[in-house]
């Protein structure tokens, strides 16, 4: 069975600090990772040209470090070409992990049993603050740690599987970075949330897929790798159109050379802590927001706020967006083309009703990106904005599946840029597009 995600962890401040370190959440959070089961269609055969109803699960290679500031009453993560500081768990092998990378999550999970391995209890990076995961079907509570340091790499830096290793080369990353940790029993993934989406520049190569296998389970994802902001010369693919990006959310710092903070306050018992001691708040960032114009039976909403969300693997819109184009699935005898079963934080929600829309256009430049006959889930998800009016709309995967994207955090702002389709392996396309790469390869060589 096909596990599809629609992810996002948008953190809303809800009330009063707790200076005791009490186990009283002091935010809320909805949960990413959440999976879409099983799918149930009422119509004998999706229409011609649509998008799939699923897309695909971008995911990397994830190790910790004890890595925080010297400074310990500096807050602010600091970007790291070389991982550094002791690795974890302290006194044993160096532990990776894949994780889903999602720009829907505002912070970065770790499941509990992974976390086990990693063990911050040997390099003292526990945290007692708590934070409530709040899903579709409920919620569930996160563990805030201290500091530490979180490295990425993509698939291709594997150099072996039993036990899961990675060229330490390859690893690019942050310190100074307070995550998350699920409790036990959760069907959260890993998550590589968006503070490091904000401060390097994303690559996601659908023409590069990776497989790795390791132990029982085997993950598929499009190689995903991050170069430092404004080198524009390791960014190896080309793109077509470009999206900009608003940045909302966990008092967004919308400037992309300003990085995310974690909050905490003093340590009374132990002043040469200063900050780092028991955060308050793990280390957030606003989520990326782009514009979209939905059309169906003849009726339009346009311009409408949607959140770019690579942990989703399927697109939504709210059910006030649908009943704007006559689309009110609470109606009596409403039948839609097909049901989904969604599982994440609190449960599972069951006959989540999903329509084919008549077309989705995405706000871009360099062209018109038109998409028809579009797979969408119907449902109502808190706003990262912080407002009671639902979000109008997730841009899932399933948008992107044949083609290559570049997050980048330019100096004037955040942008999307998306590549024209990819050609089918072995097709003529593909062996013009080969040859056009290699000679842009050995001309950017001979300019060096």
């Known amino acids: 069975m096909n596990r599809w995600l629609l992810s996002a962890i948008v953190l809303l401040t809800t009330g009063a600090f707790c200076p005791d370190g009490a186990a009283d959440p002091i935010w809320d959070s909805l949960a990413g990772g959440i999976s879409v089961n099983s799918v149930r269609t009422n119509i004998v055969t999706a229409p011609l040209n649509a998008p799939p109803v699923g897309g695909f699960v971008p995911q990397v290679i994830v190790s910790l470090t004890d890595e925080k500031a010297f400074d310990v009453f500096d807050t602010a993560v600091s970007n790291?070409?070389?991982?550094?500081?002791?690795?974890?768990?302290?006194?044993?092998?160096?532990?990776?992990?894949?994780?889903?990378?999602?720009?829907?999550?505002?912070?970065?999970?770790?499941?509990?049993?992974?976390?086990?391995?990693?063990?911050?209890?040997?390099?003292?990076?526990?945290?007692?603050?708590?934070?409530?995961?709040?899903?579709?079907?409920?919620?569930?509570?996160?563990?805030?740690?201290?500091?530490?340091?979180?490295?990425?790499?993509?698939?291709?830096?594997?150099?072996?599987?039993?036990?899961?290793?990675?060229?330490?080369?390859?690893?690019?990353?942050?310190?100074?970075?307070?995550?998350?940790?699920?409790?036990?029993g959760s069907i959260l993934p890993n998550v590589i949330g968006i503070p490091i989406a904000h401060q390097y520049t994303t690559i996601l190569r659908n023409d590069r897929p990776q497989q790795v296998t390791v132990g029982s389970e085997t993950f598929e994802t499009p190689l995903v790798t991050i170069v430092p902001r404004g080198a524009n010369q390791q960014i190896d693919v080309e793109t077509q159109f470009s999206a900009a990006l608003d940045v909302v959310g966990a008092e967004a710092i919308t400037a992309p050379t300003l990085p995310p903070v974690f909050f905490g306050l003093p340590?009374?018992?132990?002043?040469?802590?200063?900050?780092?001691?028991?955060?308050?708040?793990?280390?957030?960032?606003?989520?990326?927001?782009?514009?979209?114009?939905?059309?169906?039976?003849?009726?339009s909403q346009l311009d409408q706020p949607f959140l770019l969300d690579f942990g989703a693997q399927i697109t939504v819109i709210s059910k006030e967006v649908a009943n704007d184009v006559d689309l009110d699935v609470d109606a009596p005898g409403f039948v839609p083309d097909f049901t989904v079963e969604i599982e994440g934080a609190g449960g599972v929600l069951e006959d989540v009703p999903g329509v084919f829309l008549d077309s989705l256009n995405l706000d871009v430049t360099g062209g018109d990106l038109n998409y028809t006959n579009v797979p969408v889930v119907v449902i109502n998800?808190?706003?990262?904005?912080?407002?009671?009016?639902?979000?109008?709309?997730?841009?899932?995967?399933?948008?992107?599946?044949?083609?290559?994207?570049?997050?980048?955090?330019?100096?004037?702002?955040?942008?999307?840029?998306?590549?024209?389709?990819?050609?089918e392996p072995g097709s003529l396309g593909s062996l013009v597009a080969l040859l056009a790469w290699s000679l842009m390869r050995r001309a950017a060589g001979s300019e060096n």
């Open 267 to 299: 340590d009374f018992e132990d002043p040469l802590a200063g900050l780092h001691n028991d955060p308050l708040i793990p280390t957030v960032q606003g989520v990326f927001m782009m514009e979209a114009d939905v059309s169906h039976n003849g009726l």
């Open 80 to 184: 790291s070409s070389q991982i550094g500081g002791q690795t974890l768990p302290a006194g044993g092998a160096q532990h990776f992990a894949v994780a889903l990378f999602d720009t829907g999550a505002q912070a970065n999970v770790f499941r509990d049993d992974e976390m086990q391995i990693f063990d911050l209890s040997s390099v003292d990076r526990v945290g007692i603050n708590t934070q409530v995961l709040s899903g579709v079907a409920g919620s569930e509570t996160a563990f805030i740690s201290d500091p530490v340091g979180v490295y990425i790499a993509g698939f291709d830096a594997i150099n072996g599987t039993s036990p899961l290793t990675v060229s330490s080369s390859a690893l690019m990353g942050q310190q100074n970075v307070s995550i998350l940790t699920g409790e036990p």
């Open 381 to 423: 998800l808190p706003n990262p904005d912080g407002s009671t009016t639902p979000l109008p709309g997730i841009v899932g995967t399933n948008l992107f599946t044949d083609r290559n994207l570049v997050l980048n955090p330019g100096a004037s702002g955040f942008n999307l840029r998306i590549s024209n389709v990819i050609p």
